[in-house]
Every structure is written in structure tokens, then in C-alpha cells.
């Protein structure tokens, strides 16, 4: 999205932090041991979750110049969400807030916002060009407690009414950010309190929506009697009112308050277990404000909010946890679901794919993950293994040269031997895969502990994970119920611990091949519930092959990644000509090629024959030789004319 340039939907304005949050659950926050990391702040949990319901939002924040604000910018960039707005503060460190689910009632919460760089945010970083460029403004009532964020937070809607757009209010009351409580009271959601009403209520005047729970209504409203606070804000706004009622769905008022909330106009409600309230909120207000800033009717907007809470209730994490567009059309297609949402196998995997970042429509990958043959390769030049890894770090300098063509790149490297290549890359923009198999291993090991989601947990998130097996449809029962039992947990690891999975099967080492082969193997694999993100598949001479290979992902897995092919130390021109004939596959995005590549430049490093340099001019030579090779392929096939199902989009 080019920024302020582009006319947004949306702009949210207040909280920007990180969410750390424990990864324990039914315990109290003092016996959590570990905590993942997930962008926060519920204007930023919104703006996220109105841009993966197709919504172009942008944010107005400030982040710390931190390790923790580079996270929160880069993860804005990667979900679609504009950062004109978002200002790097020098002075304050970015938000931090630690969170646990001890029971479905109880969620211990601590802020840490001391002097934190969004709270302050002052008029001044209100771009008046950026919040013209927006449809709607959204201001957040947590951020309205600090002087200089109230201002800010008014001077933004006074120049959203003034060019025609509208101003939603997210009460979002935190009793702990006003001073009310003992700051470990962070879940406390109520404190009574008339000089916080009397602030809240100064914005009201300036509101086309006002959205919140009961409790929300209480504060700003003045009154615990809900209908009653309802009508006392009533008389100072003709704002759209939305009182979220949890498990009860929501009731909109766009007019006088009736004697009950039951009265109001309701959308369909979800009845769901209840595992994680938090971010619950902002889910509903982003789900309402797909219907509402589009205009829909005031039921679909209310159903839309109902679901997309009921969807993030379920899981753990806030924004992390908020569906897509396609996500939201499953889960309100009528398919019967289970209570307990997040077994909702189809459900689940529509999310983890449809959130997935990055798209890789061509991409070539220096595959030098192998580690039994390098080893063969120290015996043969009687090199000490030793030397392996620095051979290894120097996949990144070949890759560097090739990559100012353009274009995506990937390395292929291993914890064992390439550890010091992995590092190298971490600030690099290239895909980068890491294997998790022992070598050779059939039945599938893997090179870890027997435990692989301890060891997958270890690693980077932007490290894929690629495990290859020798598999064949036609091998022994046994042994096909063993490896896919292997495969199982390994994808449920790699889904827990949120990283991408890479199936690379090698069916022609150990039994008859046919155009059929792939296929079926395949299919087997899908049959077992496995649904990897990356296919890695040998290379076929004939389009039957990669036809059948196609309408299998397809008729599985149309969200797959898609398919890299890998090379088996075939000679340069064999692999062009199999590029030939995969390049007419759109399920083919292109090429992870190891020994085709490194065989000769590895074995005369190893043999003294050639420096550091030499051996990164000779691989940067063999790899851009293959990656001409698939662009030329790729670009023949989209220039020929269309065959039939080889050509559908994948």
C-alpha cells in the first residue's frame, strides 16, 4: 500500500505495544515459564483486523526506536496495515504487556507503560493530509487519559469531521491506565469513577459510532445501570450506539434507548467455549466496521462483530487470532462447528493459511542443507569436517551477488553445519528453510529430540521447516503409518510454534514410477490430514506428471504455497529441460538446487584448489545459470498459449 497516497477505510489512533503472552494456561501468571510475542494495543489489534477483512486501514502511533518498534512497523507492513501515521520515538521505549489465561474467568494482565512512546503522542503527529485520506477515524478511550493524547486524539477528529468523515469511539476503559487501581489489577475492567466520566464524555459530541461493553457503557454513561448510562449518553450524542454483551452477542441503538437492551437491533449470536475474552473486543469492532463503513445493514454489521469475537475468543493471542474476509465467510457459512472452536480442524487451517505473509510466485532457493554429503565430501578430499560450516556461511555471499537482479531468493541451510549462514541471514529479505530430518533416516527421524516441537520452538519464526521423506504410496503398511505418524506431529509443531512447513518427498528411490506416482503419494499424505504449506517434489519429464500433481494440491489445499522442485545432482542442462516442462504448472513457484550447484565448487574448496572467493564466484555462476534457466522457462510458458487445467492459478 503506497501510504497517505492511498484513500484508506480506516484510520485507528492510540495504543501501539507488544503483547507477551504466557503460553501456559490454568495458572497463575507467576507460574507461566514462557510467553510468546504478539503486536498489541487494541487500536492496533483493530487496524489489523479490519485490513484482514479487506479494509485499507492505516494506524497513528508511536513505537520506541527498538527492537520491539521495528517489530511492530514490520509486522504493520506485512499485514497490509498503512504506517504514514506511525512516529519512531528516540526518548521512550515501545509498550510492553504481559497477559495469562488462568481459567475462562480470570486473566491476570500487567501493563508496562511507564513513559512508553505511544502515550506520547501529541497533536503535532497528527499528519492533517493523512487523516483526510480516511473514510473513518477510530480513537481509542484508554489513550484519552493523558493530557497531551486527548488533545492529539480531538485534533483528529476535528479534521475528520471537517472533511466529511466519521468518528468512532472505542471506549476501551482500562481502570489500571487511569491510576484506579494497583497496577497487577491490569484485568480489573471497572472502577466507578466521575472524573473519568466527565472526560470521556467531552469527545461524545464529535462521535458517529460509540462501541463497548456494559461495563464501557457504566463509565461513560455515568451510571451501573446500563440503560441508564445508555440515555444519559444518549442526550449528548446521536452517535450509533453498540453495547457489547459477551456471550449475548451486542445490541445497537441508533436512536433512543428502549427499556432493554433486548430491544435493540441484534445480529446473530455464537455460541462458542470461551477460552480467551482478550482481544475479543477488538475483533467485534473490527468484524462491525467491515459491515458499517461499507454500509451494510445494521444486522449484517452486528453478526459480522458477533463472529469475528466468537472466532477470537477461541484462541490465544489477540491480534494474531483475528480472521480474514475468506476466514469469516467459512465460519458463517452454516457449516455445523464445534463448541470448542479452535478444533475446528477446516476452520484453522483457512486461517494459518490465509494469514501467511509473503508471496513467493517465483522463487529460487540455494539449497545447501545437506549434511551426510558433505561429510562424504570430507573422506573423498580427506578435509576435516570441521571446515563444513565455513564453507557453508559463504551460501549467503553467492546468493548477495545474484540477488540485486531482482527477483526472490532463498537459502536452504542447516543447524548443524550451517548455523553460521542461518545467523548471517537473519537480517536478510530472503526465505529462508531449515531441515529437521536426520539424514537418510526411513522410517522419518528426526535429527533433534524425539520431542520436535522443543526443538522447532527454538527456532526463528521466519525460518520454514523442511522435512524430506522417502516415501512411496505403494511402501509397506507399517512403514507408511510410521512416517506419517512422524509427519503428524511435525506439522502440529510447526503450527504451534507458527512456522511454515516444507514436505519434500522423494518417491523413485524406493519403488516403480509412473505420471500417477506423485500423485497418489500425495494424496495419501492430504488423506492423513497432513497439509503442508511447500510441496518439494522431484522433477518430472512430462506434463501428464505435473497435471495430475496440480489437481491433487488444488482439490486439497487450493491456499498451498505451492511446489519447489529439487534437483537430485542432475546435471545443469537436464535440469533446464525439467524446467521446461514444470514451468507450464502454475503450482510450480520454481527451484530449491543443492549439489547441482555446490558438488565441484565444495570438493576443490575442500581440496585447497579454490579460496573463499573463488568458491563464491563459482556458486553465484552454477546458481544464476539455473535461475536464468527457470525464468526463461517460466516466461516461455506464460507466453504460450493456455492448456487447459495446467494453467488455472493456484
Same mark, same amino acid.
Given at each position: 500500500?503506497?501510504?497517505?497516497?492511498?484513500?484508506?477505510?480506516?484510520?485507528?489512533?492510540?495504543?501501539?505495544?507488544?503483547?507477551?503472552?504466557?503460553?501456559?494456561?490454568?495458572?497463575?501468571?507467576?507460574?507461566?515459564?514462557?510467553?510468546?510475542?504478539?503486536?498489541?494495543?487494541?487500536?492496533?489489534?483493530?487496524?489489523?483486523?479490519?485490513?484482514?477483512?479487506?479494509?485499507?486501514?492505516?494506524?497513528?502511533?508511536?513505537?520506541?526506536?527498538?527492537?520491539?518498534?521495528?517489530?511492530?512497523?514490520?509486522?504493520?507492513?506485512?499485514?497490509?496495515?498503512?504506517?504514514?501515521?506511525?512516529?519512531?520515538?528516540?526518548?521512550?521505549?515501545?509498550?510492553?504487556?504481559?497477559?495469562?489465561?488462568?481459567?475462562?474467568?480470570?486473566?491476570?494482565?500487567?501493563?508496562?507503560?511507564?513513559?512508553?512512546?505511544?502515550?506520547?503522542?501529541?497533536?503535532?503527529?497528527?499528519?492533517?493530509?493523512?487523516?483526510?485520506?480516511?473514510?473513518?477515524?477510530?480513537?481509542?478511550?484508554?489513550?484519552?487519559?493523558?493530557?497531551?493524547?486527548?488533545?492529539?486524539?480531538?485534533?483528529?477528529?476535528?479534521?475528520?469531521?471537517?472533511?466529511?468523515?466519521?468518528?468512532?469511539?472505542?471506549?476501551?476503559?482500562?481502570?489500571?491506565?487511569?491510576?484506579?487501581?494497583?497496577?497487577?489489577?491490569?484485568?480489573?475492567?471497572?472502577?466507578?469513577?466521575?472524573?473519568?466520566?466527565?472526560?470521556?464524555?467531552?469527545?461524545?459530541?464529535?462521535?458517529?459510532?460509540?462501541?463497548?461493553?456494559?461495563?464501557?457503557?457504566?463509565?461513560?454513561?455515568?451510571?451501573?445501570?446500563?440503560?441508564?448510562?445508555?440515555?444519559?449518553?444518549?442526550?449528548?450524542?446521536?452517535?450509533?450506539?453498540?453495547?457489547?454483551?459477551?456471550?449475548?452477542?451486542?445490541?445497537?441503538?441508533?436512536?433512543?434507548?428502549?427499556?432493554?437492551?433486548?430491544?435493540?437491533?441484534?445480529?446473530?449470536?455464537?455460541?462458542?467455549?470461551?477460552?480467551?475474552?482478550?482481544?475479543?473486543?477488538?475483533?467485534?469492532?473490527?468484524?462491525?466496521?467491515?459491515?458499517?463503513?461499507?454500509?451494510?445493514?445494521?444486522?449484517?454489521?452486528?453478526?459480522?462483530?458477533?463472529?469475528?469475537?466468537?472466532?477470537?475468543?477461541?484462541?490465544?493471542?489477540?491480534?494474531?487470532?483475528?480472521?480474514?474476509?475468506?476466514?469469516?465467510?467459512?465460519?458463517?457459512?452454516?457449516?455445523?462447528?464445534?463448541?470448542?472452536?479452535?478444533?475446528?480442524?477446516?476452520?484453522?487451517?483457512?486461517?494459518?493459511?490465509?494469514?501467511?505473509?509473503?508471496?513467493?510466485?517465483?522463487?529460487?532457493?540455494?539449497?545447501?542443507?545437506?549434511?551426510?554429503?558433505?561429510?562424504?565430501?570430507?573422506?573423498?578430499?580427506?578435509?576435516?569436517?570441521?571446515?563444513?560450516?565455513?564453507?557453508?556461511?559463504?551460501?549467503?555471499?553467492?546468493?548477495?551477488?545474484?540477488?540485486?537482479?531482482?527477483?526472490?531468493?532463498?537459502?536452504?541451510?542447516?543447524?548443524?553445519?550451517?548455523?553460521?549462514? *542461518? !545467523?548471517? /541471514? $537473519? @537480517? +536478510?529479505?530472503? #526465505?529462508?528453510?531449515?531441515?529437521?530430518?536426520?539424514?537418510?533416516?526411513? %522410517? =522419518?527421524?528426526?535429527?533433534?529430540?524425539?520431542?520436535?516441537?522443543?526443538?522447532?520452538?527454538?527456532?526463528?519464526?521466519?525460518?520454514?521447516?523442511?522435512?524430506?521423506?522417502?516415501?512411496?504410496?505403494?511402501?509397506?503398511?507399517?512403514?507408511?503409518?510410521?512416517?506419517?505418524?512422524?509427519?503428524?506431529?511435525?506439522?502440529?509443531?510447526?503450527?504451534?510454534?507458527?512456522?511454515?512447513?516444507?514436505?519434500?518427498?522423494?518417491?523413485?528411490?524406493?519403488?516403480?514410477?509412473?505420471?500417477?506416482?506423485?500423485?497418489?503419494?500425495?494424496?495419501?499424505?492430504?488423506?492423513?490430514?497432513?497439509?503442508?504449506?511447500?510441496?518439494? *517434489? !522431484?522433477? /518430472? $519429464? @512430462? +506434463?501428464?506428471? #505435473?497435471?495430475?500433481?496440480?489437481?491433487?494440491?488444488?482439490?486439497?489445499? %487450493? =491456499?498451498?504455497?505451492?511446489?519447489?522442485?529439487?534437483?537430485?545432482?542432475?546435471?545443469?542442462?537436464?535440469?533446464?529441460?525439467?524446467?521446461?516442462?514444470?514451468?507450464?504448472?502454475?503450482?510450480?513457484?520454481?527451484?530449491?538446487?543443492?549439489?547441482?550447484?555446490?558438488?565441484?565448487?565444495?570438493?576443490?574448496?575442500?581440496?585447497?584448489?579454490?579460496?573463499?572467493?573463488?568458491?563464491?564466484?563459482?556458486?553465484?555462476?552454477?546458481?544464476?545459470?539455473?535461475?536464468?534457466?527457470?525464468?526463461?522457462?517460466?516466461?516461455?510458458?506464460?507466453?504460450?498459449?493456455?492448456?487447459?487445467?495446467?494453467?488455472?492459478?493456484?
Amino acid at each position: 500500500m503506497p501510504g497517505a497516497a492511498q484513500q484508506l477505510d480506516l484510520i485507528t489512533i492510540g495504543r501501539s505495544s507488544i503483547d507477551l503472552y504466557g503460553e501456559q494456561t490454568g495458572g497463575r501468571l507467576e507460574d507461566m515459564m514462557s510467553f510468546a510475542k504478539y503486536i498489541g494495543g487494541s487500536p492496533t489489534n483493530t487496524a489489523i483486523g479490519v485490513a484482514r477483512l479487506g479494509l485499507r486501514s492505516g494506524l497513528i502511533t508511536r513505537v520506541g526506536a527498538d527492537h520491539f518498534g521495528r517489530f511492530i512497523t514490520e509486522e504493520l507492513a506485512r499485514e497490509g496495515v498503512v504506517t504514514d501515521g506511525v512516529a519512531i520515538d528516540s526518548e521512550r521505549l515501545t509498550a510492553l504487556v504481559f497477559l495469562g489465561i488462568s481459567d475462562p474467568d480470570t486473566f491476570p494482565l500487567i501493563f508496562y507503560r511507564e513513559n512508553c512512546a505511544d502515550m506520547a503522542l501529541v497533536p503535532d503527529d497528527i499528519d492533517e493530509a493523512f487523516v483526510r485520506s480516511a473514510g473513518a477515524v477510530l480513537i481509542n478511550g484508554t489513550h484519552l487519559s493523558q493530557p497531551n493524547v486527548f488533545d492529539a486524539s480531538v485534533h483528529a477528529c476535528r479534521i475528520a469531521r471537517a472533511a466529511g468523515a466519521r468518528v468512532v469511539f472505542d471506549i476501551d476503559y482500562r481502570p489500571v491506565l487511569w491510576g484506579l487501581t494497583s497496577k497487577d489489577m491490569g484485568e480489573n475492567r471497572f472502577v466507578a469513577h466521575a472524573g473519568v466520566t466527565a472526560r470521556l464524555q467531552e469527545v461524545l459530541p464529535l462521535c458517529d459510532l460509540i462501541v463497548g461493553t456494559e461495563e464501557e457503557m457504566h463509565i461513560l454513561g455515568g451510571s451501573t445501570d446500563t440503560v441508564a448510562a445508555m440515555r444519559a449518553i444518549r442526550e449528548k450524542t446521536s452517535a450509533l450506539l453498540v453495547c457489547k454483551r459477551g456471550a449475548h452477542g451486542c445490541s445497537a441503538f441508533p436512536g433512543a434507548i428502549p427499556d432493554s437492551l433486548d430491544d435493540g437491533v441484534v445480529g446473530r449470536g455464537f455460541r462458542v467455549e470461551v477460552f480467551n475474552v482478550l482481544g475479543a473486543g477488538d475483533a467485534f469492532m473490527a468484524g462491525f466496521l467491515r459491515g458499517w463503513l461499507l454500509d451494510e445493514p445494521l444486522e449484517t454489521s452486528c453478526e459480522y462483530g458477533n463472529a469475528c469475537g466468537a472466532i477470537v475468543v477461541s484462541r490465544h493471542g489477540c491480534a494474531p487470532a483475528m480472521p480474514t474476509w475468506d476466514e469469516l465467510q467459512q465460519f458463517l457459512d452454516g457449516t455445523p462447528r464445534p463448541f470448542r472452536l479452535r478444533d475446528d480442524a477446516a476452520l484453522e487451517h483457512v486461517h494459518w493459511a490465509s494469514t501467511r505473509t509473503g508471496a513467493y510466485d517465483d522463487l529460487t532457493v540455494l539449497a545447501m542443507d545437506h549434511r551426510s554429503q558433505f561429510e562424504e565430501l570430507c573422506r573423498e578430499t580427506g578435509a576435516d569436517p570441521a571446515r563444513i560450516p565455513a564453507f557453508k556461511a559463504l551460501t549467503l555471499r553467492a546468493v548477495n551477488q545474484l540477488a540485486n537482479a531482482g527477483g526472490h531468493f532463498g537459502i536452504l541451510l542447516d543447524g548443524r553445519y550451517g548455523m553460521r549462514g *542461518l !545467523e548471517a /541471514a $537473519a @537480517d +536478510s529479505p530472503y #526465505w529462508i528453510g531449515r531441515p529437521i530430518e536426520l539424514p537418510g533416516s526411513r %522410517p =522419518l527421524a528426526f535429527e533433534s529430540s524425539e520431542d520436535v516441537a522443543t526443538e522447532v520452538a527454538t527456532w526463528p519464526r521466519n525460518h520454514v521447516v523442511k522435512c524430506l521423506v522417502f516415501y512411496h504410496p505403494d511402501d509397506p503398511i507399517e512403514l507408511l503409518g510410521q512416517q506419517e505418524r512422524q509427519l503428524r506431529r511435525l506439522q502440529d509443531a510447526c503450527r504451534k510454534t507458527r512456522h511454515e512447513l516444507l514436505l519434500e518427498v522423494i518417491v523413485s528411490r524406493h519403488g516403480a514410477v509412473d505420471t500417477q506416482t506423485a500423485a497418489r503419494a500425495i494424496q495419501r499424505l492430504y488423506d492423513q490430514g497432513l497439509k503442508p504449506d511447500w510441496w518439494k *517434489l !522431484e522433477p /518430472a $519429464a @512430462d +506434463s501428464e506428471t #505435473w497435471g495430475n500433481i496440480e489437481r491433487v494440491i488444488r482439490r486439497n489445499d %487450493p =491456499l498451498c504455497r505451492g511446489v519447489l522442485l529439487l534437483g537430485l545432482q542432475a546435471s545443469e542442462a537436464a535440469l533446464a529441460a525439467s524446467f521446461q516442462v514444470a514451468a507450464a504448472s502454475p503450482i510450480v513457484k520454481g527451484f530449491a538446487v543443492g549439489r547441482t550447484i555446490f558438488a565441484d565448487a565444495a570438493a576443490r574448496w575442500l581440496s585447497g584448489e579454490i579460496d573463499d572467493d573463488g568458491a563464491v564466484a563459482e556458486l553465484a555462476t552454477r546458481f544464476g545459470t539455473l535461475v536464468n534457466a527457470w525464468r526463461a522457462a517460466r516466461e516461455a510458458a506464460n507466453n504460450a498459449p493456455s492448456s487447459g487445467a495446467t494453467r488455472e492459478a493456484v
